[in-house]
């Protein structure tokens, strides 16, 4: 696995990690 495609990963995960944070019913 590719160091580039690993932050790529990374980075999509902690998008939708941030999406869902910000959707939460508060």
Same mark, same amino acid.
Request: hydrophobic share 55%; glycine share 0%.
């Given at each position: %696995?590719? *160091? %580039?495609f690993q932050i790529s990963?990374?980075?999509?995960? *902690?998008?939708? $990690?941030?999406?869902?944070?910000?959707? $939460?019913?508060?």
């Open positions: %696995m590719s *160091a %580039m990963y990374i980075r999509e995960y *902690a998008v939708q $990690l941030t999406n869902l944070i910000i959707n $939460l019913p508060i």
